[in-house]
């Protein structure tokens, strides 16, 4: 089996990683890939676009295409691969709207009945601030923004602020911008593979989008993840699964634009019950960094099982009992900026630690001609650990991540730090 994956982050060195476990030894390609999952799986493209991703994958006799980031589906990835003859692992551009578009989301949660917080669409700044039912309140851009279109305002001028950088300066693009109702819980991040009939749910993250410590400072693509989450176990994700996955499914289905891929499912625990925040359609990040190393079952096989419909009938999915932390090591500046060219040291020796893994983001060089391993982005790495219980770990992950130093280094000292005192 031949396998290419798509993308160049964190999210994609995971999926590789745990495609590489896989009992049918696929042969892993990768476009562009990065320096961790250019060890695991030879690059064929240095690109992500449509066109020459179909070449390649026609080229190279590909059995399975796995599109890691958002951008390539609602480009339509999936749907050229379709006409090429070429199984995909992913969405349609169709389906991918779910993500694409923050208001057809919404549209499909009324329609499919998936409780999720109140909203308006606004057109100008004097709009959106009438919309504004209290503080904190929610800002949105409707398109993609790389996980940083979203902003939740504490006073007005916050909400105005975001508000002008949408709609006026356009900072994101052109776009609708909505506000909505800020929610009050427990977040959780739920991920289930659909075959486009069906949603599996994949067992549940909590991730941490807050720059600093105690949720403080700027919105970021996450700052680290934990797995399991105290409070959803494993009756109550098939309980949370049946609310915000498969009516998803059913009614994407219903309008003839079936589901494929990951459906992955932002959701806040409120006294009221579960609220839906947001879809995407496709692995989290950091959430697949501490998801996917507690799947023992065969990824290989379930993603080519996900890309057929009703591929999935009968899967069950077999979990490491363990715990999963990631630590996110970004770069000076992140999220405002990313300091590049910064030499790394220590990737190899928190890798050697026992049950820990470093997955590869936003790094350039390392080559075996002894190229210096260096920043090239925000999130430069994602140091993964399991433990027998979340505090275990928890410690694992943070004395991997203390081995390794480069200039400008940050990372948040509280992931799962709350969680580990509530698992006991």
Same mark, same amino acid.
């Given at each position: 089996?031949?396998?290419?994956?798509?993308?160049?982050?964190?999210?994609?060195?995971?999926?590789?990683?745990?495609?590489?476990?896989?009992?049918?030894?696929?042969?892993?390609?990768?476009?562009?890939?990065?320096?961790?999952?250019?060890?695991?799986?030879?690059?064929?493209? /240095?690109?992500?676009?449509?066109?020459?991703?179909?070449?390649?994958?026609?080229?190279?006799?590909?059995?399975?295409?796995?599109?890691?980031?958002?951008?390539?589906?609602?480009?339509?990835?999936?749907?050229?691969?379709?006409?090429?003859?070429?199984?995909?692992?992913?969405?349609?551009?169709?389906?991918?709207?779910?993500?694409?578009?923050?208001?057809?989301?919404?549209?499909?949660?009324?329609?499919?009945?998936?409780?999720?917080?109140?909203?308006?669409?606004?057109?100008?700044?004097?709009?959106?601030?009438?919309?504004?039912?209290?503080?904190?309140?929610?800002?949105?851009?409707?398109?993609?923004?790389?996980?940083?279109?979203?902003?939740?305002?504490?006073?007005?001028?916050?909400?105005?602020?975001?508000?002008?950088?949408?709609?006026?300066?356009?900072?994101?693009?052109?776009?609708?911008?909505?506000?909505?109702?800020?929610?009050?819980?427990?977040?959780?991040?739920?991920?289930?593979?659909?075959?486009?009939?069906?949603?599996?749910?994949?067992?549940?993250?909590?991730?941490?989008?807050?720059?600093?410590?105690? /949720?403080?400072?700027?919105?970021?693509?996450?700052?680290?993840?934990?797995?399991?989450?105290?409070?959803?176990?494993?009756?109550?994700?098939?309980?949370?699964?049946?609310?915000?996955?498969?009516?998803?499914?059913?009614?994407?289905?219903?309008?003839?634009?079936?589901?494929?891929?990951?459906?992955?499912?932002?959701?806040?625990?409120?006294?009221?019950?579960?609220?839906?925040?947001?879809?995407?359609?496709?692995?989290?990040?950091?959430?697949?960094?501490?998801?996917?190393?507690?799947?023992?079952?065969?990824? @290989?096989?379930?993603?080519?099982?996900?890309?057929?419909?009703?591929?999935?009938?009968?899967?069950?999915?077999?979990?490491?009992?363990?715990?999963?932390?990631?630590?996110?090591?970004?770069?000076?500046?992140?999220?405002?900026?990313?300091?590049?060219?910064?030499?790394?040291?220590?990737?190899?020796?928190?890798?050697?630690?026992?049950?820990?893994?470093?997955?590869?983001?936003?790094?350039?060089?390392?080559?075996?001609?002894?190229? @210096?391993?260096?920043?090239?982005?925000?999130?430069?790495?994602?140091?993964?650990?399991?433990?027998?219980?979340?505090?275990?770990?928890?410690?694992?992950?943070?004395?991997?991540? /203390?081995?390794?130093?480069?200039?400008?280094?940050?990372?948040?000292?509280?992931?799962?730090?709350?969680?580990?005192?509530?698992?006991?």
């Amino acid at each position: 089996m031949k396998i290419l994956v798509v993308g160049s982050g964190g999210r994609e060195h995971a999926i590789v990683h745990a495609l590489a476990r896989s009992p049918q030894r696929p042969e892993l390609l990768c476009a562009p890939g990065n320096p961790g999952i250019r060890g695991l799986a030879r690059q064929v493209a /240095d690109t992500m676009d449509v066109a020459p991703i179909v070449e390649v994958a026609k080229a190279e006799g590909v059995d399975l295409v796995v599109v890691g980031p958002e951008a390539p589906l609602v480009a339509g990835l999936v749907d050229a691969l379709a006409e090429a003859g070429i199984a995909a692992f992913g969405p349609s551009a169709a389906a991918a709207r779910l993500e694409g578009s923050k208001t057809f989301a919404k549209e499909i949660m009324l329609a499919a009945g998936v409780p999720t917080a109140g909203h308006a669409v606004v057109g100008t700044v004097d709009e959106g601030l009438a919309a504004v039912t209290g503080y904190p309140t929610v800002v949105k851009f409707d398109g993609l923004a790389a996980g940083k279109g979203v902003v939740i305002a504490t006073t007005e001028a916050e909400a105005r602020a975001a508000l002008v950088d949408m709609l006026e300066t356009k900072v994101f693009g052109d776009g609708e911008v909505f506000v909505e109702d800020f929610l009050d819980g427990e977040e959780v991040s739920l991920l289930a593979l659909c075959d486009g009939e069906r949603a599996v749910a994949l067992a549940p993250a909590r991730d941490f989008k807050r720059a600093l410590d105690g /949720d403080e400072g700027a919105n970021t693509g996450g700052m680290g993840a934990f797995s399991p989450v105290p409070g959803v176990e494993p009756e109550v994700l098939t309980e949370l699964s049946a609310i915000v996955h498969q009516p998803i499914v059913d009614e994407l289905a219903r309008r003839g634009t079936p589901f494929h891929g990951v459906l992955y499912a932002g959701l806040m625990l409120t006294s009221a019950g579960p609220r839906v925040l947001e879809y995407n359609t496709r692995f989290g990040d950091p959430e697949t960094q501490v998801v996917l190393p507690r799947l023992q079952s065969d990824l @290989a096989e379930l993603m080519e099982r996900s890309s057929r419909p009703g591929g999935l009938a009968g899967a069950t999915l077999e979990v490491d009992p363990r715990a999963a932390v990631t630590v996110v090591l970004a770069s000076r500046g992140y999220p405002a900026s990313a300091s590049r060219g910064d030499e790394i040291s220590g990737v190899d020796a928190a890798d050697a630690l026992p049950d820990t893994t470093v997955f590869h983001a936003g790094t350039a060089g390392g080559g075996q001609d002894g190229e @210096a391993l260096t920043t090239a982005g925000g999130r430069v790495l994602a140091v993964t650990a399991l433990g027998e219980t979340l505090f275990a770990a928890r410690e694992a992950a943070y004395t991997g991540a /203390d081995a390794i130093a480069f200039d400008g280094r940050q990372l948040r000292g509280d992931i799962a730090a709350a969680a580990t005192q509530q698992a006991g």
